[in-house]
């Protein structure tokens, strides 16, 4: 990839107080401490109070916590072939927004799932659950499309369109009513909930490994895979 730029297409340095420290990103700083880090051991002390000024145009607040995740899923998103990366705030907001969209599906899964019946009846399920396992296979296949070239862009792209269109918007609304018929359809609809879940947090478990890992331990087991991890 080439370098990391700001987002305004500024190279990061000391000198300009434009550095964007990961920690930073990952586990939230405030304002004052910001700027504090920013104008600290500078070359050029006379640059300290415009660069502490503009910092608190920039962040009046700070910086929010974003977690380890959806900085790693930003990085690999804004990582196109042969151009520098402008770093976007808002990109990194909006894939925090798609962790937090697979924990409440998650949440949903489990509330439909835990103590209940889930084994298929291989029946072929109703149109929904077709739709949404074809649609799956599809994702996959581009996903390691993208990693044989190691177009990691492409790779979340593709996990991203699947989780939050086809799964959380589409698939899990078809779902409720097909679950309150409660009979063997939605034996069947429990069952592709667990399986497109399980199968979603392996598929994107390179890029986001603690949410995915976390997850996973609580689906696997009712979707009957085995294994530590």
Known sequence: TGLIRDEHGQKMSKSKGNVIDPIDLIDGIGSDELVAKRTAGMMQPQLAQKIAAATRKEYPQGIAAHGTDALRFTLCA?????????????????????????????????????????TSTLAGGSVADRWILSRLQHATAE????????????????IYEFAWHDYCDWYLEFSKPLLARDDHSANDTRATLLTVLETLMRLAHPF?????????QRIAPLAGVGGET
């Open 78 to 118: 804004l990582a196109s072939t042969g151009r520098d990366i402008k770093f976007d705030m808002g990109r990194l907001d909006g894939y925090r927004n798609f962790c937090n969209k697979l924990w409440n599906a998650t949440r949903y899964v489990l509330m439909q799932t835990e103590g209940k019946t889930c």
């Open 208 to 216: 986001i490994p603690f949410l995915t890992e976390e997850i996973w």
């Open 143 to 158: 996903v390691h499309r993208a990693l044989a070239t190691y177009r990691f862009d492409l790779a979340v792209q593709a």
